[in-house]
């Protein structure tokens, strides 16, 4: 893997050539105040893309497990019953998601990918999201308290051993 | 399609929400972090109250009663029908005959019209909102002694707070972002009083917690003001400047005595004298009371009042007078004139200059007289002088606390009911008004803390349903009304004519920021955060004095609890929109599946001492009545006081009678009731 240096005023053409290879890109937007969002980016909303704004209060989550989400179609056909599950798996790309948002989504793989049961429904739309992050250069309000989850991704993955203390409790 | 900010629907705080949308679907609700009010925080009901535009349950079509069936009709048939009998009963029976009755939850362009339709195409001041039971008590008091009937200050304010006093008021369960609000501003230093006969969540974290005894408030806040003027807290200054008749109201403080209020309230004098000097000391503190029930007598709220303008507590961030409404737009109905005695703007409906100045901006005649409010209209029919009831949005017979509410309807000539929903007083009606819900229309709302804020359209409308604004509208012009609103930005430009305090609220002006706080003027369009800032407006509050009430007299042997009447943990559990909203509707209905027949609360060491355990069959005696129920052991109750919440309508029409005569406290005895 090679590194490459982009001008700043190149950096939204990522959201370009994303969008020309297929993707449906999902980028980080201003609302009213301080309130920031994840939306698609589309023709009319393109110049309004913005990657130095606080990190959207609602999470990208949604956009590999969302709140609503078609499982089956069931169809009278026959005289029976014809069930087939219906797969969302757009080609969807995140551009601006920050590093404890992907932290975030590698815990969800964790547990939707990573056991016995694989979720086929996630899986799907795992395989066909590409992620841009963009690492925070400064800490926002609030990071302290949630305990910079963006670095403390390793930690997870090698939890440290429990210590006991001579009475025998945790600690 | 791009996440639109718009606002919470469900209670009085107003909080300011994003909806996503996909495909005409709300798929996705969080709360905005810049919101003043709820700053990045809403409850269970923000999340979920959208899923009712969803619901199966919608009505779609107009529904007309033929031969004791409803049968959907065409728009034009429906209406057509309302304009010809509500025409036939007016020119039979006199305008006088007819009643408009909305809920809190109307918008504030639906509350409008419906009173100007009252008003000036029918001819009758018989207008309300709600079924009696909320804030009129409030109204007539603040009015009468600050000049203004709405909450002073700001929630986001009571940051700065630093006395906090909740009275009467589960601020978890009613009104929770404000309750976290409370319990942040404790967390960083505020010291919290709370007054009630329960012991809520916000109780539990409280300073000081006066669990006074049902019905002596008026006595609690009389010694209160008794301690401050004694120990020389009052602010003079403030009193010499901005009130009147304060040497009445210091003769009356003086005949209370604090040993006395102490006896009669419940709780020791060393804790009134500390919540006293708590309040009197503080720089700023703000108080909080629930203006939604008519069981705070005007007395009680008058002695609020008092204390408040003894500390100078009004005119400063931070401090202030909350008269907190649970209904999404409790402030807005009456804002807008859903009052029999008053018209928009709060102007008594008598007052000739009042009347002359909306007059000429609707170019028809008010009448004079002030009309029925809805307590007498639903529970006898105005003495049987009302023939036909309009009901927008409202649930009178699942809500209101009046007794037979049912039977009253079927002796109507004509019932008119607007809802999305089938409701339980709906089919009562003679027809039916499928409306527009939440998501579906761009109208206003106006929180507890006067706050006007746009609720966006973010859906395209179900096929079928209109906005109730635009029925109203239609039913005006097809009784020859020269109405020509052709959107609600429109009719909230008239409301601004009409009311001096919106006359700044377009939508264009709603849209810009988080809402508008009134007064929003044409002169102060960015409206107002905190009322009577500066020395303006002269000696404008008034003291009232109010007499030491008198002890309430011994507990009957026989008889040696009371019953007291009131809202509990879980009555949402029985709101329409709840019990259409699937994930609402489950968590509300968490303790009804311990007490699938519903409850009444008894302190543990009462039920102890009446060998009475958790989830046992009672009967509660009264002088003249009886009634079976649940027992639910909890410490939230006052030892010698029995909780029946409003929704066990069986226990209270036993025990009150099928009319409900509106007392509260009734002394009972407890007995277990012997197994089946």
């Not at chain 1, 551009?95 to 992907?102: H, P, T, Y």
């Not at chain 2, 109201?249 to 060393?270: K, M, Q, T």
């Not at chain 2, 096929?463 to 604004?469: K, L």
Request: net charge positive; charged share 25%.
């Amino acid at each position: 893997m090679k590194a490459r240096v982009l001008a700043r005023t190149d950096v939204l053409k990522i959201v370009d050539l994303l969008r020309r290879q297929g993707y449906e890109v999902i980028a980080p937007f201003r609302g009213r105040g301080r309130d920031t969002f994840f939306d698609t980016v589309t023709d009319q909303n393109r110049d309004h893309v913005q990657i130095h704004l606080p990190n959207p209060y609602y999470p990208p989550k949604r956009y590999v497990f969302p709140h609503i989400e078609r499982l089956l179609k069931v169809e009278r056909k026959n005289g029976g019953l014809h069930i087939e599950p219906t797969y969302e798996q757009p080609r969807r790309a995140i551009f601006g998601i920050r590093s404890c948002d992907v932290a975030g989504i590698f815990h969800l793989d964790r547990f939707y990918l990573g056991r016995d049961f694989r979720d086929i429904y996630y899986e799907n739309r795992r395989k066909n999201l590409l992620l841009v992050n963009v690492v925070c250069t400064d800490l926002e309000a609030g990071c302290r308290r949630r305990m910079f989850l963006c670095v403390r991704r390793h930690r997870t993955r090698r939890p440290r051993p429990l210590r006991f203390a001579a009475d025998g409790s945790g600690r | 399609m791009a996440p639109k900010l718009t606002t919470c629907t469900f209670c009085g705080v107003g909080c300011g929400l994003y909806l996503e949308t996909q495909g005409n679907q709300v798929v996705g609700v969080y709360p905005s972090v810049s919101h003043p009010t709820n700053q990045g925080r809403i409850c269970l009901r923000g999340w979920h109250v959208h899923e009712v535009a969803s619901s199966p349950d919608r009505l779609r079509s107009p529904l007309l009663k033929k031969k004791g069936r409803f049968e959907e009709v065409s728009w034009d048939e429906a209406l057509g029908f309302i304009t010809t009998r509500l025409q036939a009963i007016r020119s039979q029976h006199g305008p006088d005959s007819l009643a408009f009755l909305n809920s809190p939850r109307c918008s504030n362009e639906e509350a409008y019209l419906l009173q100007k339709f009252a008003r000036s195409v029918i001819g009758t001041n018989n207008v309300h909102h709600g079924t009696g039971v909320y804030s009129n008590n409030s109204i007539n008091v603040l009015q009468d002694m600050i000049g203004v009937p709405a909450s002073t200050n700001s929630i986001a304010e009571l940051a700065q707070s630093e006395v906090i006093v909740v009275d009467g008021v589960d601020l978890a369960r009613r009104l929770p972002t404000i309750g976290g609000a409370v319990i942040r501003a404790k967390l960083n230093g505020a010291r919290l009083i709370v007054i009630g006969t329960r012991r809520h969540r916000v109780a539990e974290n409280a300073d000081l917690f006066l669990q006074i005894k049902p019905g002596t408030e008026t006595l609690l806040y009389g010694a209160m003001a008794k301690v401050i003027i004694d120990r020389g807290l009052m602010k003079l200054p403030f009193i010499k400047a901005r009130c009147r008749d304060y040497e009445a109201f210091l003769a009356e403080v003086s005949n209370y005595d604090l040993l006395r209020a102490a006896e009669g309230c419940g709780v020791s004098a060393d804790l009134i004298e500390a919540a006293a000097l708590a309040y009197g000391r503080a720089p700023s503190a703000a108080l909080l009371f629930s203006s939604s029930m008519e069981d705070r007598t005007r007395d009680s709220i008058r002695a609020v009042v008092n204390l408040v303008l003894l500390t100078g507590n009004l005119g400063k961030p931070g401090a202030g007078l909350f008269a907190l409404t649970e209904q999404n737009n409790l402030q807005g109905v009456c804002d807008m004139g859903m009052l029999p005695d008053r018209l928009p703007g709060f102007r008594p409906v008598t007052d000739p200059t009042a009347r002359a100045a909306v007059e000429a901006i609707w170019k028809t005649k008010i009448p004079v007289a002030p009309g029925l409010g809805s307590r007498p209209i639903l529970s006898n029919r105005g003495q049987g002088k009302i023939r036909a009831v309009w009901l927008a949005r409202c649930d009178p017979v699942n809500t209101a606390l009046l007794g037979d509410v049912a039977g009253q309807l079927l002796r109507l000539d004509l019932v008119v009911a607007q809802h999305l929903l089938m409701t339980d007083t709906a089919r009562y009606a003679h027809v039916v008004l499928p409306t527009t819900a939440f998501g579906e229309e761009e109208v206003t709302f106006t929180s507890t803390d006067r706050r006007i804020q746009l609720a966006e359209r973010v859906l395209e409308p179900s096929p079928g349903p209109t906005p109730a604004w635009e029925q109203i509208v239609r039913v005006a012009q097809f009784m020859g009304a020269d109405w020509r609103y052709q959107s609600a930005g429109e009719v909230m430009e008239e409301i601004g004519e009409v009311v001096p305090f919106y006359s700044g609220a377009s939508y264009e002006n709603l849209a810009r920021e988080y809402g508008r706080q009134w007064p929003c003027t044409k002169d102060h369009p960015m409206g107002t955060q905190f009322l009577f800032k500066g020395d303006e407006g002269g000696r404008s509050f008034k003291f009232v004095a109010v007499p030491e009430p008198p002890q309430p007299g011994p507990q009957p042997a026989e008889f040696p609890l009371t019953l007291v009447f009131g809202n509990s943990l879980y009555y949402w559990n029985q709101n329409v929109l709840v019990r259409h909203s699937e994930t609402l509707k489950r968590e509300y209905r968490i303790l009804m599946l311990d007490y699938p027949d519903g409850f009444v609360e008894l302190n543990p060491e009462d039920a102890k001492q009446l060998g009475i355990r958790d989830g046992e069959h009672i009967r509660l005696y009264a002088a003249n009545a009886s009634a079976e129920a649940t027992a639910r052991v909890t410490s939230e109750v006052r030892s010698g006081s029995i909780f029946v919440p409003h929704f066990m309508r069986e226990v209270e029409r036993e025990i009150l009678g099928l009319g409900g005569d509106g007392r509260r406290l009734v002394p009972v005895r407890v007995e277990k009731e012997a197994a089946a």
